[in-house]
Nanobody, 115 residues
């Protein structure tokens, strides 16, 4: 059974930081690209950051220079370090294994940024 369990969300003031974690089980973690998506109220889910098996990372333009995705294959965990948070970053953040909507999903963690 594949499980992705996110943690680290919460309420933070604009300019603050949060670190999201996603612990993965049930798949060979090191063989999978991992990604973070987010969905704001009334908007479609969007890909925020993706990290390939070899560690290459890519980001949407709106978070470049502020967010960092990383992975620890020994712990089967992927992280999203979010700095310089803005109110428009408010959303439910989802961990994804496989790097596409056809992959596996976590339950989501709420991130709220107050102005």
């Amino acid at each position: 059974q594949v499980q992705l369990v996110e943690s680290g969300g919460g309420l933070v003031q604009a300019g603050g930081s949060l670190r999201l974690s996603c612990a993965v089980s049930g798949i060979i973690f090191s063989r999978n690209a991992m990604a973070w998506y987010r969905q704001a109220p009334g908007k479609q889910r969007e890909l925020v950051a993706i990290i390939a098996r070899g560690g290459t990372a890519n980001y949407i333009d709106s978070v470049k220079g502020r967010f960092t995705i990383s992975r620890d294959n020994a712990k089967s965990t992927v992280y999203l370090q979010m700095n310089g948070l803005k109110p428009e970053d408010t959303a439910v953040y989802y961990c994804n294994a496989g790097g596409s909507p056809l992959g596996y999903w976590g339950q989501g963690t709420q991130v709220t940024v107050s102005s």
